[in-house]
């Protein structure tokens, strides 16, 4: 069976660090993978998404990146860290190229900038 | 561009009712829908995905229907419990891209 993994699942970091959160999916191959930023209150807004290694779509400009330097392994980063980007972080897969495939989300990362 | 608008917020019931959570787009143009559940401070589960030919899913006491002509899908919870208390979020396949609604957030009481 498939599985997805985050970690850490809570991280407390001062502004102006950088920041490596990792996404690793189990018992699947080629998915596309995407990471989701759900801020206090509010819904769930997508940020990166990819659909095969090195491949990576922005959907909002922000201070963040994100890399896939293997197929199955999804990386969120920033070299500075903002207040504004304190939220909880969700990484989810779903089949690559199906237009009726079901999408499977982490437990998510509560990131608090401070 | 898809917007999905998911009412009500929140809700609060005594145990035992049935619930109609309702989430509303404005593209028709989608492949599929599907409804997740959110506990606080947890990631999301899955409990229904309705592809684009269907029109509705059943799993245990949840129906979820879909009708892309009119923007709509619903969520239907049959006698509800203290243990669905969580909040709902309904999300559709836009390509490669799952679009979210707000989420309703719900609270059964005993």
């Known amino acids: 069976s498939q599985t997805i993994h985050q970690w850490p699942a809570t991280l407390v970091q001062p502004v102006g660090s950088p920041l490596s959160l990792e996404c690793t999916v189990e018992g699947t191959s080629n998915p596309n993978l995407y990471w989701y930023r759900q801020a206090a209150g509010r819904g769930l807004q997508l940020l990166f998404y990819?659909?095969?290694?090195?491949?990576i779509s922005s959907e909002v400009p922000q201070n963040l990146s994100a890399s896939r330097p293997q197929d199955r392994q999804f990386i969120l980063s920033s070299k500075k860290l903002l207040l504004s980007d304190s939220g909880f972080y969700l990484c989810?897969?779903?089949?690559?190229?199906?237009?009726?495939?079901?999408?499977?989300f982490g437990q998510g990362t509560r990131l608090t900038v401070v | 561009k898809q917007e999905v608008t998911q009412i009500p917020a929140a809700l609060s019931v005594p145990e035992g009712e049935n619930l109609v959570l309702n989430c509303s787009f404005t593209?028709?143009?989608?492949?599929?829908l599907q409804w997740f559940r959110q506990d606080p401070g947890k990631g999301l589960t899955s409990l229904l995905l309705?592809?684009?030919?269907?029109r509705e899913q059943t799993s245990g006491r949840l129906n979820a229907s879909l009708d892309k002509s009119s923007g709509r899908s619903t969520l239907y919870i049959a006698a509800s419990q203290p243990g669905d208390s969580a909040t709902y979020l309904c999300a559709f396949q836009d390509t490669d891209k799952l679009i979210f609604g707000t989420g309703t957030r719900l609270q059964v009481f005993p």
């Open positions: 309705i592809q684009s030919s269907q």
């Open positions: 593209d028709s143009a989608i492949y599929n």
């Open positions: 990819s659909v095969g290694i090195g491949q």
């Open positions: 989810a897969w779903s089949v690559r190229g199906g237009k009726n495939t079901e999408a499977f």
